[in-house]
Protein backbone atom coordinates (compact mmCIF):
# COMPACT_ATOMS: atom_id res chain seq x y z
CA UNK A 1 0.00 0.00 0.00
CA UNK A 2 2.86 2.07 0.60
CA UNK A 3 4.38 1.51 -2.66
CA UNK A 4 0.95 2.64 -4.32
CA UNK A 5 1.14 5.85 -2.67
CA UNK A 6 4.35 6.08 -3.46
CA UNK A 7 3.69 5.48 -7.40
CA UNK A 8 0.26 7.76 -7.43
CA UNK A 9 2.22 10.63 -5.67
CA UNK A 10 4.84 10.25 -8.19
CA UNK A 11 2.39 10.42 -11.00
CA UNK A 12 0.88 13.18 -9.96
CA UNK A 13 3.57 15.43 -9.36
CA UNK A 14 4.58 14.32 -12.80
CA UNK A 15 0.72 15.42 -14.50
CA UNK A 16 1.04 18.75 -12.98
CA UNK A 17 4.51 19.41 -13.68
CA UNK A 18 2.92 18.15 -17.24
CA UNK A 19 0.39 20.74 -17.50
CA UNK A 20 2.56 23.64 -15.98
CA UNK A 21 4.84 23.10 -18.98
CA UNK A 22 1.66 23.22 -21.45
CA UNK A 23 0.26 26.31 -19.70
CA UNK A 24 3.66 28.17 -20.07
CA UNK A 25 4.19 26.56 -23.56
CA UNK A 26 0.60 27.94 -24.77
CA UNK A 27 0.95 31.51 -22.76
CA UNK A 28 3.71 31.98 -24.70
CA UNK A 29 2.55 31.54 -28.07
CA UNK A 30 -0.63 33.63 -27.31
CA UNK A 31 1.76 36.08 -26.34
CA UNK A 32 3.93 36.02 -29.26
CA UNK A 33 1.24 36.29 -31.80
CA UNK A 34 -0.23 39.51 -29.92
CA UNK A 35 2.94 41.30 -30.63
CA UNK A 36 3.40 40.20 -34.00
CA UNK A 37 3.67 42.78 -36.18
CA UNK A 38 1.34 42.84 -39.18
CA UNK A 39 3.88 43.07 -41.58
CA UNK A 40 7.03 41.18 -41.91
CA UNK A 41 10.43 42.93 -41.52
CA UNK A 42 11.73 42.97 -45.07
CA UNK A 43 9.42 45.51 -46.89
CA UNK A 44 7.38 44.46 -50.19
CA UNK A 45 4.94 45.84 -52.11
CA UNK A 46 1.97 44.58 -50.85
CA UNK A 47 2.79 45.53 -47.25
CA UNK A 48 3.86 49.12 -48.16
CA UNK A 49 0.88 49.11 -50.32
CA UNK A 50 -1.00 47.56 -46.89
CA UNK A 51 0.42 50.59 -44.96
CA UNK A 52 -0.44 52.99 -47.38
CA UNK A 53 -4.02 51.73 -47.42
CA UNK A 54 -4.82 52.07 -43.96
CA UNK A 55 -2.60 55.49 -43.26
CA UNK A 56 -1.18 54.14 -40.29
CA UNK A 57 2.86 55.32 -39.85
CA UNK A 58 4.62 55.64 -36.64
CA UNK A 59 6.70 58.48 -36.66
CA UNK A 60 7.64 58.60 -33.10
CA UNK A 61 9.11 55.67 -30.92
CA UNK A 62 6.22 53.57 -29.21
CA UNK A 63 6.76 52.20 -25.88
CA UNK A 64 4.31 49.52 -24.99
CA UNK A 65 4.40 49.97 -21.24
CA UNK A 66 1.48 47.91 -20.60
CA UNK A 67 2.61 45.25 -23.01
CA UNK A 68 6.01 44.74 -21.02
CA UNK A 69 4.19 45.24 -17.39
CA UNK A 70 2.11 41.83 -18.20
CA UNK A 71 5.12 39.82 -19.66
CA UNK A 72 7.36 40.42 -16.92
CA UNK A 73 4.49 39.53 -14.72
CA UNK A 74 3.58 36.43 -16.40
CA UNK A 75 6.52 35.29 -17.29
CA UNK A 76 9.85 37.14 -15.86
CA UNK A 77 11.12 37.10 -19.30
CA UNK A 78 14.06 38.67 -19.40
CA UNK A 79 14.20 40.64 -22.89
CA UNK A 80 11.15 42.84 -22.03
CA UNK A 81 13.24 44.35 -19.12
CA UNK A 82 13.97 47.07 -21.84
CA UNK A 83 11.29 49.52 -23.83
CA UNK A 84 10.33 47.83 -26.90
CA UNK A 85 10.60 50.59 -29.59
CA UNK A 86 9.02 50.47 -33.15
CA UNK A 87 10.09 53.25 -35.27
CA UNK A 88 8.55 53.65 -39.31
CA UNK A 89 11.69 55.38 -40.42
CA UNK A 90 15.18 54.42 -38.19
CA UNK A 91 17.33 57.60 -38.07
CA UNK A 92 20.53 55.10 -38.75
CA UNK A 93 20.74 52.81 -41.19
CA UNK A 94 19.97 49.49 -39.18
CA UNK A 95 17.39 50.51 -38.04
CA UNK A 96 15.55 51.29 -41.61
CA UNK A 97 17.08 48.07 -43.29
CA UNK A 98 15.43 46.04 -40.24
CA UNK A 99 12.13 47.74 -39.93
CA UNK A 100 11.80 48.78 -43.59
CA UNK A 101 8.88 51.28 -44.75
CA UNK A 102 5.47 52.03 -43.40
CA UNK A 103 5.75 49.48 -39.95
CA UNK A 104 1.93 49.01 -38.59
CA UNK A 105 1.79 47.56 -35.03
CA UNK A 106 -2.15 46.45 -34.66
CA UNK A 107 -3.50 47.86 -31.17
CA UNK A 108 -4.75 44.67 -29.34
CA UNK A 109 -7.70 44.80 -27.08
CA UNK A 110 -7.39 45.15 -23.42
CA UNK A 111 -3.58 46.70 -24.45
CA UNK A 112 -2.59 50.23 -24.17
CA UNK A 113 0.11 51.96 -25.54
CA UNK A 114 1.92 55.40 -24.68
CA UNK A 115 3.64 57.70 -26.75
CA UNK A 116 6.75 58.68 -25.78
CA UNK A 117 9.25 61.97 -26.93
CA UNK A 118 9.07 65.62 -27.54
CA UNK A 119 5.56 66.66 -28.66
CA UNK A 120 5.35 68.02 -32.00
CA UNK A 121 6.06 71.33 -32.51
CA UNK A 122 3.20 71.45 -35.41
CA UNK A 123 0.29 69.24 -34.98
CA UNK A 124 -1.01 70.35 -38.62
CA UNK A 125 2.10 68.67 -39.99
CA UNK A 126 1.59 65.57 -38.16
CA UNK A 127 -2.11 65.16 -39.48
CA UNK A 128 -0.50 66.52 -43.15
CA UNK A 129 2.58 64.37 -42.97
CA UNK A 130 4.78 66.41 -41.06
CA UNK A 131 8.16 66.18 -40.18
CA UNK A 132 9.01 62.59 -38.82
CA UNK A 133 6.48 60.69 -40.70
CA UNK A 134 4.59 60.10 -44.65
CA UNK A 135 0.32 59.91 -44.03
CA UNK A 136 -1.22 60.18 -47.08
CA UNK A 137 -4.95 61.24 -46.27
CA UNK A 138 -7.84 59.42 -48.45
CA UNK A 139 -9.08 61.01 -51.68
CA UNK A 140 -11.44 60.63 -54.69
CA UNK A 141 -9.04 58.19 -56.42
CA UNK A 142 -9.02 55.75 -53.27
CA UNK A 143 -12.70 56.47 -52.59
CA UNK A 144 -14.14 56.12 -55.95
CA UNK A 145 -11.42 54.59 -58.92
CA UNK A 146 -11.24 50.95 -59.08
CA UNK A 147 -8.26 49.35 -57.24
CA UNK A 148 -6.22 48.74 -60.49
CA UNK A 149 -6.62 51.92 -61.94
CA UNK A 150 -5.88 54.04 -58.31
CA UNK A 151 -2.18 53.04 -58.87
CA UNK A 152 -2.23 54.98 -62.41
CA UNK A 153 -4.05 57.89 -61.17
CA UNK A 154 -1.91 58.64 -58.41
CA UNK A 155 1.07 58.44 -60.80
CA UNK A 156 -0.31 60.90 -63.10
CA UNK A 157 -1.23 62.70 -60.04
CA UNK A 158 -4.60 62.93 -60.50
CA UNK A 159 -5.53 63.42 -57.06
CA UNK A 160 -3.43 66.64 -56.41
CA UNK A 161 -4.48 68.69 -59.67
CA UNK A 162 -2.45 71.65 -58.39
CA UNK A 163 0.48 70.79 -61.18
CA UNK A 164 -2.22 71.00 -63.89
CA UNK A 165 -3.45 74.28 -62.90
CA UNK A 166 0.40 75.40 -62.99
CA UNK A 167 0.98 74.19 -66.54
CA UNK A 168 -2.14 75.02 -67.71
CA UNK A 169 -1.90 78.87 -66.51
CA UNK A 170 0.38 80.13 -68.99
CA UNK A 171 -1.27 78.65 -72.18
CA UNK A 172 -4.58 80.46 -71.06
CA UNK A 173 -2.83 83.75 -70.54
CA UNK A 174 -1.37 83.58 -74.09
CA UNK A 175 -4.40 82.57 -75.83
CA UNK A 176 -6.06 85.62 -74.11
CA UNK A 177 -3.73 87.86 -75.21
CA UNK A 178 -4.07 86.28 -78.75
CA UNK A 179 -7.72 87.25 -78.84
CA UNK A 180 -8.73 89.87 -80.89
CA UNK A 181 -9.41 93.01 -79.49
CA UNK A 182 -12.97 92.95 -77.85
CA UNK A 183 -13.63 88.99 -78.08
CA UNK A 184 -13.23 86.59 -76.19
CA UNK A 185 -10.53 83.94 -76.03
CA UNK A 186 -11.11 80.95 -77.97
CA UNK A 187 -13.01 78.22 -75.91
CA UNK A 188 -12.29 75.24 -78.32
CA UNK A 189 -8.41 76.26 -77.63
CA UNK A 190 -8.90 76.21 -74.01
CA UNK A 191 -10.57 72.72 -73.98
CA UNK A 192 -7.82 71.66 -76.14
CA UNK A 193 -4.96 73.32 -73.88
CA UNK A 194 -6.56 72.06 -70.42
CA UNK A 195 -6.58 68.65 -71.71
CA UNK A 196 -3.08 68.90 -73.06
CA UNK A 197 -1.69 70.49 -70.14
CA UNK A 198 -3.50 67.32 -67.69
CA UNK A 199 -2.16 64.67 -69.80
CA UNK A 200 1.71 66.22 -70.32
CA UNK A 201 1.61 66.94 -66.89
CA UNK A 202 0.74 63.33 -65.95
CA UNK A 203 3.72 62.24 -68.56
CA UNK A 204 6.01 64.66 -66.34
CA UNK A 205 5.19 63.26 -63.18
CA UNK A 206 5.54 59.33 -64.63
CA UNK A 207 8.91 60.27 -66.27
CA UNK A 208 10.23 61.95 -63.03
CA UNK A 209 9.12 58.87 -60.66
CA UNK A 210 10.79 56.19 -63.55
CA UNK A 211 14.06 58.30 -62.80
CA UNK A 212 13.71 59.24 -59.19
CA UNK A 213 12.38 56.17 -57.85
CA UNK A 214 15.73 54.69 -55.64
CA UNK A 215 15.57 58.60 -55.10
CA UNK A 216 11.53 58.83 -53.90
CA UNK A 217 12.32 55.58 -51.36
CA UNK A 218 14.74 57.82 -49.57
CA UNK A 219 12.10 61.38 -49.06
CA UNK A 220 9.33 61.03 -46.37
CA UNK A 221 7.15 63.02 -48.73
CA UNK A 222 7.84 60.57 -51.99
CA UNK A 223 8.16 57.07 -50.44
CA UNK A 224 4.90 56.38 -50.96
CA UNK A 225 4.49 57.35 -54.65
CA UNK A 226 3.20 54.29 -57.11
CA UNK A 227 6.32 53.08 -58.60
CA UNK A 228 8.78 53.93 -55.51
CA UNK A 229 6.11 51.87 -53.08
CA UNK A 230 6.10 49.02 -55.21
CA UNK A 231 2.06 49.68 -56.37
CA UNK A 232 3.42 49.37 -59.60
CA UNK A 233 6.83 48.49 -61.87
CA UNK A 234 8.42 50.71 -63.46
CA UNK A 235 7.47 48.30 -66.99
CA UNK A 236 3.61 49.29 -65.94
CA UNK A 237 4.82 52.63 -65.53
CA UNK A 238 6.81 52.74 -69.29
CA UNK A 239 3.14 51.54 -70.48
CA UNK A 240 1.18 54.41 -68.74
CA UNK A 241 3.58 56.99 -70.62
CA UNK A 242 3.49 55.64 -73.75
CA UNK A 243 -0.68 55.87 -73.37
CA UNK A 244 -0.19 59.60 -72.04
CA UNK A 245 2.27 60.02 -75.11
CA UNK A 246 -0.04 59.08 -77.44
CA UNK A 247 -3.17 61.13 -75.94
CA UNK A 248 -1.27 63.69 -75.94
CA UNK A 249 0.13 63.41 -79.78
CA UNK A 250 -3.57 63.46 -80.65
CA UNK A 251 -4.21 66.64 -79.18
CA UNK A 252 -1.28 68.17 -80.52
CA UNK A 253 -2.20 66.92 -83.95
CA UNK A 254 -5.41 69.31 -84.11
CA UNK A 255 -3.24 71.94 -84.42
CA UNK A 256 -1.13 73.93 -87.19
CA UNK A 257 1.70 72.89 -88.34
CA UNK A 258 4.15 75.50 -86.38
CA UNK A 259 2.35 75.00 -83.20
CA UNK A 260 3.02 70.72 -84.00
CA UNK A 261 6.62 71.94 -84.24
CA UNK A 262 6.82 73.69 -81.25
CA UNK A 263 4.78 71.92 -79.14
CA UNK A 264 7.59 68.45 -79.80
CA UNK A 265 10.59 70.33 -79.16
CA UNK A 266 9.30 71.02 -75.49
CA UNK A 267 9.70 67.34 -75.25
CA UNK A 268 13.42 68.04 -74.74
CA UNK A 269 12.70 69.38 -71.69
CA UNK A 270 9.88 67.26 -69.97
CA UNK A 271 12.41 64.22 -70.41
CA UNK A 272 15.52 66.16 -69.23
CA UNK A 273 14.25 67.92 -66.23
CA UNK A 274 13.93 64.96 -63.93
CA UNK A 275 17.96 64.73 -64.41
CA UNK A 276 18.59 68.22 -63.38
CA UNK A 277 18.33 67.99 -59.42
CA UNK A 278 21.64 65.45 -59.60
CA UNK A 279 23.60 68.51 -61.59
CA UNK A 280 23.17 71.61 -60.67
CA UNK A 281 21.41 73.66 -57.84
CA UNK A 282 18.79 75.46 -59.88
CA UNK A 283 16.33 72.47 -61.06
CA UNK A 284 13.49 75.40 -60.33
CA UNK A 285 15.12 77.51 -63.13
CA UNK A 286 14.59 73.96 -65.90
CA UNK A 287 11.20 73.37 -64.62
CA UNK A 288 10.92 77.03 -65.46
CA UNK A 289 11.51 76.60 -68.47
CA UNK A 290 9.48 73.14 -69.08
CA UNK A 291 6.04 74.14 -67.57
CA UNK A 292 5.33 77.87 -69.27
CA UNK A 293 6.27 76.49 -72.43
CA UNK A 294 2.86 76.71 -73.32
CA UNK A 295 3.21 80.60 -72.87
CA UNK A 296 4.67 80.06 -76.18
CA UNK A 297 2.47 77.50 -77.80
CA UNK A 298 -1.00 79.35 -76.50
CA UNK A 299 0.01 82.27 -78.96
CA UNK A 300 1.13 79.90 -81.75
CA UNK A 301 -2.13 78.13 -81.69
CA UNK A 302 -4.03 80.88 -82.24
CA UNK A 303 -1.98 83.26 -84.46
CA UNK A 304 0.26 80.34 -86.33
CA UNK A 305 3.68 82.61 -85.59
CA UNK A 306 4.94 84.14 -82.44
CA UNK A 307 5.50 87.72 -81.72
CA UNK A 308 8.52 87.92 -79.74
CA UNK A 309 7.60 90.70 -78.05
CA UNK A 310 4.57 89.46 -76.43
CA UNK A 311 5.32 85.80 -75.76
CA UNK A 312 8.84 86.35 -74.59
CA UNK A 313 8.33 88.56 -72.01
CA UNK A 314 5.06 86.39 -70.60
CA UNK A 315 7.55 82.81 -71.30
CA UNK A 316 10.12 84.63 -68.81
CA UNK A 317 7.76 86.06 -66.26
CA UNK A 318 6.12 82.62 -65.73
CA UNK A 319 10.21 81.14 -65.26
CA UNK A 320 10.80 83.61 -62.39
CA UNK A 321 7.38 83.06 -61.13
CA UNK A 322 7.99 78.86 -61.04
CA UNK A 323 11.59 80.05 -59.27
CA UNK A 324 9.27 81.90 -56.66
CA UNK A 325 6.38 78.61 -56.01
CA UNK A 326 8.59 75.61 -56.99
CA UNK A 327 11.77 77.19 -54.40
CA UNK A 328 8.92 77.45 -51.76
CA UNK A 329 8.08 73.85 -52.50
CA UNK A 330 11.13 72.29 -52.46
CA UNK A 331 11.86 74.06 -48.61
CA UNK A 332 9.52 70.71 -47.52
CA UNK A 333 12.63 68.46 -48.33
CA UNK A 334 15.32 70.45 -48.23
CA UNK A 335 16.87 68.15 -44.97
CA UNK A 336 16.45 64.93 -46.96
CA UNK A 337 17.95 66.63 -50.18
CA UNK A 338 20.83 66.75 -48.24
CA UNK A 339 20.95 63.14 -47.25
CA UNK A 340 19.97 62.23 -50.38
CA UNK A 341 22.94 64.12 -52.68
CA UNK A 342 20.28 66.38 -54.92
CA UNK A 343 20.38 69.90 -55.16
CA UNK A 344 18.09 72.18 -55.32
CA UNK A 345 16.99 76.65 -55.31
CA UNK A 346 16.06 75.95 -51.35
CA UNK A 347 19.79 74.80 -50.61
CA UNK A 348 21.40 77.02 -52.44
CA UNK A 349 19.44 80.45 -51.42
CA UNK A 350 19.15 78.86 -47.84
CA UNK A 351 18.79 81.76 -45.07
CA UNK A 352 18.57 84.19 -48.09
CA UNK A 353 15.64 82.64 -49.89
CA UNK A 354 13.35 85.37 -49.04
CA UNK A 355 15.41 87.77 -50.73
CA UNK A 356 16.50 85.64 -53.87
CA UNK A 357 12.06 85.38 -54.23
CA UNK A 358 11.89 88.73 -53.72
CA UNK A 359 13.66 89.48 -56.41
CA UNK A 360 12.29 86.77 -59.00
CA UNK A 361 8.91 87.98 -57.77
CA UNK A 362 9.80 91.66 -59.34
CA UNK A 363 11.46 90.38 -62.14
CA UNK A 364 7.82 88.27 -63.26
CA UNK A 365 5.57 91.20 -62.46
CA UNK A 366 7.81 93.95 -63.99
CA UNK A 367 7.69 91.11 -67.23
CA UNK A 368 3.85 90.55 -67.24
CA UNK A 369 3.86 94.57 -67.37
CA UNK A 370 5.77 94.50 -70.33
CA UNK A 371 3.89 92.32 -72.21
CA UNK A 372 0.63 94.23 -71.46
CA UNK A 373 2.00 97.00 -73.13
CA UNK A 374 3.47 95.44 -76.20
CA UNK A 375 -0.22 93.65 -76.37
CA UNK A 376 -1.88 97.55 -75.50
CA UNK A 377 -4.06 95.21 -72.91
CA UNK A 378 -6.71 97.94 -71.30
CA UNK A 379 -6.42 99.48 -67.94
CA UNK A 380 -8.19 96.30 -66.22
CA UNK A 381 -4.89 94.30 -67.12
CA UNK A 382 -2.93 96.43 -65.09
CA UNK A 383 -5.43 96.15 -62.12
CA UNK A 384 -5.14 92.22 -61.84
CA UNK A 385 -1.31 92.92 -61.85
CA UNK A 386 -1.85 94.87 -58.77
CA UNK A 387 -3.86 92.38 -56.90
CA UNK A 388 -1.48 89.13 -58.42
CA UNK A 389 1.62 91.52 -56.47
CA UNK A 390 -0.01 91.50 -53.17
CA UNK A 391 -0.60 87.75 -53.66
CA UNK A 392 3.03 87.26 -54.15
CA UNK A 393 4.20 89.28 -51.79
CA UNK A 394 1.81 87.91 -49.20
CA UNK A 395 3.58 84.00 -50.24
CA UNK A 396 6.69 85.37 -50.12
CA UNK A 397 6.65 87.82 -46.56
CA UNK A 398 4.11 85.27 -44.66
CA UNK A 399 5.66 81.57 -45.40
CA UNK A 400 7.37 79.68 -42.91
CA UNK A 401 10.09 77.70 -44.78
CA UNK A 402 10.36 75.49 -41.71
CA UNK A 403 7.29 74.09 -41.90
CA UNK A 404 5.92 71.65 -44.39
CA UNK A 405 2.23 72.67 -44.21
CA UNK A 406 2.40 75.99 -44.91
CA UNK A 407 5.17 75.49 -47.59
CA UNK A 408 2.44 72.87 -49.16
CA UNK A 409 -0.19 75.67 -48.24
CA UNK A 410 1.76 78.50 -50.14
CA UNK A 411 2.44 76.64 -53.14
CA UNK A 412 -1.11 75.64 -53.84
CA UNK A 413 -2.13 79.05 -53.64
CA UNK A 414 -0.69 79.71 -56.88
CA UNK A 415 -3.63 77.98 -58.65
CA UNK A 416 -4.95 81.92 -57.56
CA UNK A 417 -2.45 83.85 -58.99
CA UNK A 418 -2.74 82.21 -62.41
CA UNK A 419 -6.64 83.06 -62.15
CA UNK A 420 -6.03 86.58 -60.71
CA UNK A 421 -3.67 86.95 -64.21
CA UNK A 422 -5.66 85.32 -66.78
CA UNK A 423 -8.95 86.88 -65.66
CA UNK A 424 -6.92 90.24 -66.22
CA UNK A 425 -5.61 89.22 -70.07
CA UNK A 426 -8.98 88.64 -70.34
CA UNK A 427 -10.76 92.23 -69.14
CA UNK A 428 -8.07 94.04 -70.45
CA UNK A 429 -8.82 92.61 -73.92
CA UNK A 430 -12.35 92.37 -73.66
CA UNK A 431 -12.84 95.91 -72.74
CA UNK A 432 -9.62 97.28 -75.09
Known amino acids: AAERCSLLHAGVVANTSSLS ?59 WSRDHEVWSKGTDFHHEKLLGV ?73 IALAADPGSLPSFKMMGLFGCGALLLRGAGCTINDLLDRDIDTKVDRTRLRPIASGLLTPFQGLQFLGLQLLLGLGILLQLNNYSRVLGASSLLLVFSYPLMKRFTFWPQAFLGLTINWGALLGWAAVKGSLEPAVVLPLYLSGVCWTLVYDTIYAHQDKEDDVKVGVKSTALRFGDNTKLWLTGFGTA ?22 VAASGHLGWQIGTADLSSRTDCSRKFVSNKWFGAIIFSGVVLGRTFQ
Request: proline fraction near 5%; hydrophobic fraction near 35%.
Open 21 to 79: KMSFFRLSRVSRRLLKPSVSATPSSSSVFHSQQQNIYLSQPITTTTTRHCINTLFKYPL
Open 364 to 385: SMGLLTLSGLSADLGWQYYASL
Open 102 to 174: GWNYRLVAGMSSVVEGNPKKDDKEEKSGGVGGVKEASNWVDLYLPEGARGYAKLARLDKPIGTWLLAWPCMWS
